[in-house]
């Protein structure tokens, strides 16, 4: 058993919310597990009860936490979170007990980089953790990661027009519904591997087909340039830098027709992709768009939104980053729930 998270009193969860100080309450992300909502904050790990705030979990004795990733993982029926303050950041939860599970070192040493762009993929039939280099599929029989072969792919470093060399052009796995597929630029930033290329080549994106790797990315997708992969089920979107959306499957590579700024997207229960989108409100595309409900009035440009559903109930999440002169949060982040139509917000008091 880990020494964090620990289960905090209703009266020390109180004097946390009360007394937030200058930085005021941070959420960083959230999610549905057997029937109750998770809230990864700066105080704790939040839990919620039929729409209320019921109690709280803690890794860090004093005031403040840091519980930067809430996922379900619904294929192996556990929740994973990860706390960036403590040795050991990465913890499951088996709906009855937490368990802290290592961080897996690939035949390069993790990074710090490596370690702050850890993304996880849940997916119908797995569960996958990557960071910039590498790839994981976690074996809940044997309770530990194992490693997911790439293609072996490299691409010229390129700055100016200089070529600056080769590296692995790795970005993103894809979990699709019977085999993964795997996301590489055609050249690398010289800055930033996660970043835009500086040359105008499509990633390309290769799926293993008798025994070889082959690359679906149709010809005439000069713009797909992946920045975000949102999955569910065997159903993975993709975002690209200049906000185009791409269905992906085994099939192949198809353009999703959209005009706006997409604030936050994800796939829901049902496989239809959710998407936010900046001053319009939140969408959901089947066969076309069709537009679910406005953001809550309150909302405003400092606001980051993040999106969830879970069996038909949506979470927007509130980030804001206006301060004071004095560094102090002007407004503390918030929790929108659409359910049965009702637009509704949850009150982050102490139980």
């Given at each position: ?41 700066s105080?704790?790990l ?33 929740l ?88 692995s ?21 010289a ?66 027709p ?61 980030r ?32």
């Open positions: 058993m880990p020494s964090c998270p620990v289960r905090i009193s209703g009266e020390k969860l109180a004097d946390l919310l009360d007394d937030r100080g200058r930085s005021g309450l941070s959420l960083y992300d959230a999610a549905f597990f057997e029937g109750k909502l998770y809230v990864g904050s105080v704790g939040l839990v919620f009860e039929e729409y209320h705030l019921k109690g709280a979990f803690k890794c860090v004795s004093g005031p403040s936490d840091h519980f930067s990733d809430v996922i379900a993982d619904p294929a192996n029926g556990q994973w979170v990860r706390n960036i303050f403590i040795d050991k950041p990465l913890i499951r939860f088996d709906g009855g007990s937490w368990h802290s599970i290592e961080i897996p070192i690939g035949p390069q040493p993790l990074t710090r980089l490596d370690i702050e762009k850890l993304k996880f993929f849940p997916a119908a039939k797995g569960f996958w953790m990557q960071t910039s280099s590498a790839v994981w599929r976690w074996d809940n029989t044997a309770l530990h990661w194992i490693a997911v072969p790439l293609p072996n792919v490299d691409c010229p470093v390129e700055r100016d027009g200089d070529n600056l060399g080769a590296a052009c790795f970005v993103s796995i894809v979990p699709l519904k019977e085999v993964s597929a795997f996301v590489f630029r055609s050249s690398l930033s800055h930033d591997q996660r970043s835009k290329p500086e040359a105008s080549n499509p990633d390309r994106i290769f799926v293993q087909q008798n025994g070889e790797w082959k690359n679906i990315t149709p010809a005439e997708f000069q713009d797909l340039y992946v920045k975000d992969i949102v999955s569910a089920g065997g159903v993975t979107f993709a975002r690209t830098f200049d906000d185009s959306l791409f269905r992906i499957s085994t099939d192949g590579v198809e353009r999703i959209l005009h706006g700024k997409i604030d936050a997207l994800t796939v829901t229960s049902e496989g239809t992709l959710l998407a936010g989108l900046s001053d319009e409100g939140i969408f959901e595309f089947r066969d076309g768009w069709i537009k679910r409900f406005d953001y809550p009035t309150t909302i405003d440009g400092n606001d980051v939104v993040r999106i969830n559903e879970y069996e038909g109930k949506t979470l927007l999440l509130l804001n980053f206006a301060f004071d002169e004095k560094g102090e949060k002007l407004e503390d982040d918030r929790i929108w729930l659409n359910a049965n139509g009702q637009l509704s917000e949850l009150k982050l008091h102490s139980p």
